[in-house]
C-alpha cells in the first residue's frame, strides 16, 4: 500500500474521483508496494484500482492506452524508502569520506529497484527470494552486479555480511530466466585479484551469454582509512599485469561467446602508462558509467565533432580568438592536452592551457576527474594566467550543478579566481562547444 501525495490536474485519476491522502492498495488484485509494483501493473489498458480513503476501502476502474499514465503522484520516485546497504565492505569509498560533508554523501544506496531505474549496482545481500521471483516476472533487465569475486567466503569476508556468498546463486537464477547481468569487479590488491579473479572471470563466463559485460575497476583508496582495511593501491607493474590477465581471458571469451564480456577500466591503463585501446575493445561501452572507455569515447566523439567543424566551413569557421583553460584530474590530463593539441593546430586564434590539480582533499590515489573539490581547483589555480574562462568537470559538481563536493560553489571558484567558471559535461561534442565558445 503506498500512499498518493497529488493528483495532475484533467488527469484520468482527477475524473474518475481519487483525491491526495487515497492510499493506492491494488490494481488488478496485485497488491502495490513500489513504483515496480506500480509501473509494471499500470500498462493494461483497463485498470481496477482497490483503494482506501481514511481507512474505508473503494475502487474505482480506469480505461486508457496501453502504457499510458493515470495521473497519480507519491511522496518519493520509489514510493517507499531507498534500501539502505547492508555491508561494510573494506573498499567501500563512502567510509574513505572525512567529516563535515553533505548529509547525502554519507548514504549507501544497495537498491535493485534503482539498478533497473537509474543503473545503480547492488551487491544482491538486500534480495530475497521475492524479489528475485519479482525481478524475473516483471523481466526487469538489465540488473547491474557489484560482484568483486565468486568465492562465497571471500565475498563475505570482503563484504563483512554473512549473506554476501549465497546470494551468489540469484545470479544463476536471473540468467536461466533471461535476465541480462552486468557486472562489476571493485580489485583490491591481495584480496580478490590474481587467481582469485581468475576464479571469478570463469564462473561469470558461464552465465554468459546473459552476463553481457562485466567492468574490472581499481578501488579507489583515499586518505581518510584509519581504522579501515589496509588496501594499498596497485603498482604500474601490477596494473600492466591486471590488464594482461583481464585481456587474456576476453580474448577466449571472444572466441568462445562472440564478444570479450570483461574490460579494464581506464585507471589500469593510466596507472601502467598504457595505451588505451582502440574503439572495437569497447563494445556497445556498456560499462563506460564504470570508467570503462570513458577517455576512448571523449577522444572519438571530439575528433568527429573537429572533423565536422572543419570540413563543413573550408576552414573559415568564424571563430574568434579566445584563450580558455581547462581543468582536469591528473587521470585524464594527458588525454585532455592531446584534444588541446589537435584543436589548436587544427583552428587558428585557439589557445588552451590544461591544468592538472592534485586532489589535495581526498588525497594523491585519488586521480579522476569527477572527485575533484573546488577547493583544490583554488588553490592549484590561484594567481595563474586562466585566459577568457575556465572550464570544469560537469561531474565535479552535484545534479543541481550548484555545489562541488567540499561544499564550496561554482560562482565562488569564480569569485576566488577571477575569472568565468563553466561546468563542462564529459562528451566530445560538449567539449569541443566549450572550448571554442559556443553552445554544443
Avoid at 531507498?82 to 573498499?91: G, L, P, S, V, Y
Avoid at 591544468?355 to 595563474?384: C, Q
Avoid at 562528451?427 to 565558445?437: K, Y
Amino acid at each position: 500500500m503506498v500512499r498518493i501525495t497529488e493528483i495532475e490536474v484533467h488527469s484520468r485519476a482527477a475524473r474518475v474521483g481519487i483525491l491526495p491522502n487515497d492510499v493506492l492498495v491494488a490494481i488488478n488484485g496485485n497488491e502495490i508496494f513500489d513504483v515496480l509494483d506500480y509501473r509494471f501493473y499500470l500498462a493494461e489498458q483497463q485498470l481496477s484500482l482497490s483503494l482506501l480513503r481514511d481507512g474505508a476501502p473503494y475502487e474505482v476502474t480506469v480505461r486508457k492506452a496501453l502504457y499510458d499514465d493515470i495521473g497519480l503522484l507519491f511522496e518519493t520516485p520509489l514510493m517507499d524508502k531507498k534500501r539502505t546497504c547492508a555491508n561494510r565492505c573494506i573498499f567501500c569509498f563512502i567510509d574513505q569520506l572525512p567529516k563535515g560533508l553533505r548529509a547525502p554523501l554519507y548514504f549507501k544506496d544497495d537498491d535493485a529497484r534503482l539498478s533497473f531505474l537509474h543503473g545503480n549496482y547492488v551487491t544482491l545481500t538486500n534480495l530475497h527470494d521475492r524479489d528475485i521471483e519479482r525481478i524475473i516476472k516483471m523481466h526487469i533487465s538489465p540488473i547491474n552486479v557489484s560482484v568483486h569475486t565468486t568465492n562465497p567466503q571471500l565475498r563475505c569476508d570482503m563484504m563483512k555480511n554473512r549473506r554476501a556468498g549465497e546470494v551468489l546463486g540469484y545470479l544463476k537464477r536471473l540468467a536461466d530466466a533471461g535476465i541480462r547481468l552486468c557486472g562489476q569487479i571493485v580489485l583490491c590488491r591481495g584480496v580478490n585479484d590474481g587467481e582469485e579473479l581468475s576464479r571469478t572471470m570463469r564462473d561469470l563466463a558461464d552465465l554468459a551469454p546473459q552476463m553481457s559485460s562485466v567492468s574490472v575497476v581499481p578501488a579507489g583508496l583515499t586518505r581518510y582509512r584509519e581504522g579501515l582495511y589496509p588496501l594499498t593501491p596497485f603498482t604500474a607493474d601490477e596494473s600492466a599485469a591486471v590488464i594482461e590477465q583481464v585481456n587474456a581471458f576476453g580474448d577466449e571469451c571472444e572466441r568462445k561467446h562472440g564478444s570479450r564480456i570483461f574490460c579494464v577500466a581506464d585507471e589500469f591503463y593510466l596507472k601502467a602508462g598504457l595505451p588505451l585501446p582502440e574503439e572495437a575493445y569497447y563494445g556497445d561501452y556498456e560499462q563506460i558509467e564504470n570508467g570503462v572507455g570513458l577517455l576512448r569515447s571523449l577522444m572519438t566523439e571530439f575528433a568527429d565533432e573537429l572533423d565536422y567543424l572543419t570540413d563543413h566551413t573550408g576552414g573559415n569557421t568564424g571563430i574568434s580568438p579566445r584563450h580558455v583553460s581547462l581543468a582536469t584530474g591528473k587521470a585524464a590530463a594527458p588525454t585532455m592536452r592531446l584534444l588541446a593539441d589537435l584543436l589548436e593546430k587544427r583552428l587558428d586564434g585557439i589557445k588552451i592551457s590544461v591544468w592538472e590539480i592534485e586532489n589535495s582533499f581526498f588525497g594523491p590515489e585519488i586521480t579522476v576527474a569527477g572527485l575533484l573539490t573546488g577547493t583544490d581547483m583554488a588553490a592549484s589555480l590561484g594567481g595563474k594566467a586562466l585566459g577568457d574562462e575556465l572550464l570544469i568537470p560537469a561531474v565535479t559538481l552535484r545534479a543541481e550543478g550548484d555545489l562541488f563536493l567540499d561544499g564550496m560553489t561554482p560562482k565562488e571558484l569564480s569569485d576566488a579566481l577571477g575569472v568565468p567558471v563553466t561546468p563542462v559535461k564529459n562528451e566530445g561534442a560538449a567539449l569541443l562547444a566549450a572550448l571554442i565558445g559556443r553552445q554544443a
